[in-house]
């Protein structure tokens, strides 16, 4: 389960370069590849705390709209997830973005478990000027049927990032998962927050990510460590 469209920015970071268009072309067409030691959503492993590839290609018009796809391996439901989203955004001269999207988590081998679900929701975001170039998010998620069936479900999020010298990044997060059918998902609602320090570096965004919830093993899918404290090392690339 991929995180939210322009948002959580930890599990890849694209670089675009227009592929098949002229430079003063409208459109571009990126592809983005990230190899990590875990994949998260929302603060839980998806690879039982294992190393994950993971890789997409994204469509953008400069007036704002966006669609893409994404997959990577997971350890339920196949072994596959594809992500297929699309929406509008943009960015205003006094420093505020916006993001109108929505995303089909998409897990084609489930064998009959529903584990598919589609999510919609807007983000804004502020862009401070001066040192470090602060800049903060709230998100939301709404998804009237959550995976595995469990129910409507909301998922509020904020994000507050600064940009530091030689092309370090420092990025905070926290998050707060509300399912209607706790029982059937898995687990209690759940609040999770990461803290993230990256790095550009000849062509590549290196990154280290601090991750956590507030669910203990009991609550976290019958006694299980994927909700746990972790530390996830990522390379990225743009192609």
């Known amino acids: 389960m991929k995180t939210l469209v322009k948002i959580i920015l930890t599990s890849f970071i694209a670089i675009s370069p227009i592929l098949g268009f002229a430079q003063d072309s409208p459109h571009s067409i990126s592809g983005n590849v990230t190899m990590a030691t875990d994949y998260l959503y929302r603060g839980q492993s998806q690879t039982d705390n294992n190393p994950t590839i993971q890789g997409g290609f994204d469509y953008a018009h400069e007036a704002g709209l966006y669609m893409g796809t994404w997959a990577s391996n997971i350890n339920f439901a196949g072994g596959l997830e594809i992500d297929a989203y699309g929406g509008f955004s943009g960015e205003l001269d ?6 109108l ?3 089909y988590y998409i897990y084609p081998s489930d064998g ?4 598919s679900f589609f999510e919609i929701g807007p983000s804004v975001s502020y862009t401070f000027g001066g040192d470090f170039e602060p800049s903060v998010g709230v998100g939301f998620a709404y998804s009237d049927n959550f995976s595995f069936k ?3 479900s909301l998922y509020i999020s904020g994000d507050l990032g600064f940009t530091l010298p030689n092309d370090f990044g420092l990025g905070f997060h926290i998050g707060k998962q509300s399912i209607k059918d706790e029982a059937t998902w898995g687990t209690p609602d759940w609040l ?3 803290v993230s320090l990256s790095k550009s570096l000849m ?4 990154a280290v990510t601090y991750s ?3 669910l203990s093993e009991a609550n976290c899918f019958g006694g299980t460590n994927i909700c746990d404290s972790t530390i996830v090392f990522s390379v990225s690339g743009g192609f």
């Open 94 to 99: 006094n420093g505020f973005g916006y993001d």
């Open 101 to 103: 999207f929505g995303v």
């Open 112 to 115: 009959g478990d529903n584990v």
């Open 150 to 152: 469990s129910g409507s």
């Open 192 to 194: 999770e927050y990461n």
């Open 203 to 206: 062509g590549l965004d290196f």
């Open 212 to 214: 956590d919830t507030d």
